[in-house]
């Protein structure tokens, strides 16, 4: 993505400060599942009027406050969201389990089969599809997003490390992407840059210095919203 058409830091905050948390968003829901050999994973589509692109919030266990937030702020943008955790309940009890990428992988890859089936049903709407991942499913979501570059459009990451999804996944990514890390997160920024080399793709690294909570979760959505409305587009 070229300067020219990157907004400034200043411009972004800007612009997420004229827009309301509780600002109304009229949603239509669906339900989503996914069913896999053992079990069913579930998850709710929300889908705002004209909706621009369909951004998937990939979590491996209960997805928290920080992403509740990010998915109403995308929403606002006109982003249809789904959010969904990869795990059950009673496998996040092991420790390992949101590491095992091989497992989580074949997830989201079934999570992106069915959104296409419902896309070919007419059940839902043919947007788009980008990738939102952070920590422990950064490496995943560069994983997925390589094995099904028609698929996955673009994709964003909150810290993490991106070379965990494998040098060869590294090497064909073709979707745009974006790694949001903090200021003192000296792992993810040095693993970012070490990674770069090897990505064919457009790649864009940014350090959030805010230490204000909520001025940090705003620039955190500017950012992302501001990535996807420049990489997808229905």
Same mark, same amino acid.
């Given at each position: ?6 907004p400034t830091a200043a411009e972004l905050a800007a612009e997420f400060a004229l827009r309301k948390e509780d600002d109304p ?29 369909? #951004? ?6 209960a997805s928290g406050d920080d992403d509740a937030r990010l998915e109403a702020a995308l929403q606002r943008e006109g982003f ?34 069915? #959104? ?10 043919? #947007? ?48 745009p992407l974006l790694l949001l890390a903090a200021a003192g997160d000296s792992a993810a920024l040095a693993n970012a840059e ?41």
């Amino acid at each position: 993505m070229s300067a020219a058409a990157t907004p400034t830091a200043a411009e972004l905050a800007a612009e997420f400060a004229l827009r309301k948390e509780d600002d109304p968003v009229s949603l239509r829901r669906e339900r989503i599942a996914v069913h896999l050999p053992q079990l069913t994973l579930e998850a709710e589509l929300a889908l705002p009027f004209a909706a621009r692109a369909l #951004l998937v919030l990939v979590a491996s266990c209960a997805s928290g406050d920080d992403d509740a937030r990010l998915e109403a702020a995308l929403q606002r943008e006109g982003f249809a969201t789904l959010r969904l955790d990869l795990l059950q309940s009673a496998e996040c009890r092991y420790a390992d389990a949101p590491n095992h990428l091989p497992l989580l992988t074949e997830r989201l890859l079934a999570l992106i089969a069915e #959104l296409h089936r419902q896309i070919a049903l007419d059940a839902i709407p043919a #947007l788009p599809i980008g990738l939102i991942g952070g920590g422990q499913t950064t490496p995943l979501v560069v994983r997925v997003a390589a094995q099904r570059d028609r698929d996955v459009r673009a994709l964003v990451c909150h810290g993490g490390l991106i070379d965990l999804a494998g040098r060869q996944y590294l090497k064909v990514l073709q979707a745009p992407l974006l790694l949001l890390a903090a200021a003192g997160d000296s792992a993810a920024l040095a693993n970012a840059e070490r990674a770069r080399p090897y990505l064919p793709g457009v790649c864009r690294v940014e350090t959030l210095t805010e230490t204000d909570a909520e001025t940090y979760a705003a620039r955190r959505a500017a950012l992302t919203a501001a990535w996807f409305r420049c990489h997808l587009a229905a």
